[in-house]
């Protein structure tokens, strides 16, 4: 006997088609959309990242500030500009006698004036080295006694601030606090950024 093949059944339209290649194209496509939508987020993302804070200053300036250690504060000290070389005037006419540069504007990557606590002040913020440098010359001044605690921060040749330090700041965040306008602290936050 001889056997007949299964029964098949009959077919109506166009034969089955392989969907692999459109399943493939349409997962692409979504790729594709998914990127740009992620491209598009980023770029807006970093667009408004300046909208809530003051903007970032120019580019980093070596000579734009400087930090050194206090040897030796004289108050009332600078009737006059000094001539003797390490001997810088303050804005308070405090004399000072400065240490070697401990860090410099090359470390600064942000200077801004900001509104804190009722008055004006001016932020920096530091770089990786800048941090390190700083945290470690602050852990080393808290160990000292006035004025050898005290650390210098120059700008065009004047102290504008010789606060003491009474213990290690990590963060890379300075805060320079004392009676500006916010016009002198725009100011001041121009010259530090260069």
């Known amino acids: 006997m001889t056997q007949q093949p299964p029964y ?4 109506y339209g166009p034969p089955p088609r392989n ?9 692409l496509g979504l790729v594709v959309v998914v990127l740009i939508a992620l491209t598009l987020l980023v770029v807006m993302r970093n667009d408004d990242s300046g909208a809530e804070s003051e903007p970032t200053r120019g580019p980093r300036n070596p000579d734009a500030v400087a930090f050194h250690r206090v040897v030796t504060a004289t108050p009332d000290g600078c009737a006059t500009p000094p001539s003797t070389p390490g001997i810088v005037c303050g804005v308070d006419k405090t004399s000072y006698t400065l ?14 004036e900001k509104f804190s606590n009722g008055s004006w002040v001016v932020t ?11 945290g470690d010359l602050t852990a080393d001044l808290a160990t000292k006694s006035p004025p050898a605690n005290q650390i210098a921060i120059v700008v ?4 504008i601030s010789a606060p003491s ?30």
């Open 124 to 134: 920096l913020q530091l770089d990786e080295a800048g941090k390190k440098l700083f």
């Open 99 to 112: 240490g070697k540069v401990e860090l410099n504007g090359r470390n600064v990557s942000d200077a801004a």
């Open 8 to 11: 098949q059944p009959p077919q």
């Open 19 to 27: 969907r692999g290649p459109l399943i493939v194209i349409g997962v």
């Open 156 to 159: 065009d040749g004047q102290v």
């Open 165 to 194: 330090v009474a213990s290690a700041i990590p963060g890379g965040e300075i805060e320079i606090s004392g009676q500006f306008t916010q016009d002198d602290a725009r100011k001041l936050a121009d010259s530090m950024a260069g």
